[in-house]
């Protein structure tokens, strides 16, 4: 917890995310979902609550996302691991009222912006995938 993960967009916008919690799903298909304080591999993890950060320009990420702007409230989400795409190599600085990343995770972020399409697209066939046959790969 406390990690800083990029990861697909829930909307249109683009997002950082500060981890909250952790939830494992415990034995079998039917198993719980329960917390952990850790893992060393995203695979074992089931869903991550996270807190969202909004992109504002350049390395700037607001922690109030116009979405709840009008109630100046912060946003949080439990979302699926398969949709973190990766950690922040340095942790970024408050600045304000959000953050600034560090020039090497900046440059990251933007790397993973130029290839949006792509993840979505590797996204929709991950969620498709055991439902139809090879050939719809």
Not at 55 to 68: D, L, Y
Request: aromatic share 8%; net charge positive; proline share 4%.
């Amino acid at each position: 917890m406390g990690s800083w993960p990029l990861a697909l967009p829930l909307t249109d916008e683009q997002h950082n995310f500060k981890v909250v919690a952790l939830y494992s799903k415990t034995a079998g298909k039917n198993g719980k979902h329960q917390s952990v304080s850790d893992s060393s591999n995203i695979c074992a993890i089931s869903n991550a609550a996270i807190q969202i950060f909004e992109h504002m320009h350049g390395r700037q990420f607001r922690s109030i996302p116009e979405a709840t702007s009008t109630l100046q409230t912060k946003q949080f989400a439990l979302l699926p691991s398969h949709s973190i795409l990766c950690l922040l190599d340095i942790p970024p600085k408050r600045a304000g009222s959000g953050l600034e990343l560090a020039q090497v995770d900046s440059e990251n972020f933007k790397i993973l912006l130029r290839n949006e399409i792509l993840f979505q697209t590797a996204m929709k066939l991950f969620r498709k995938r055991g439902k139809g046959s090879e050939e719809d790969y």
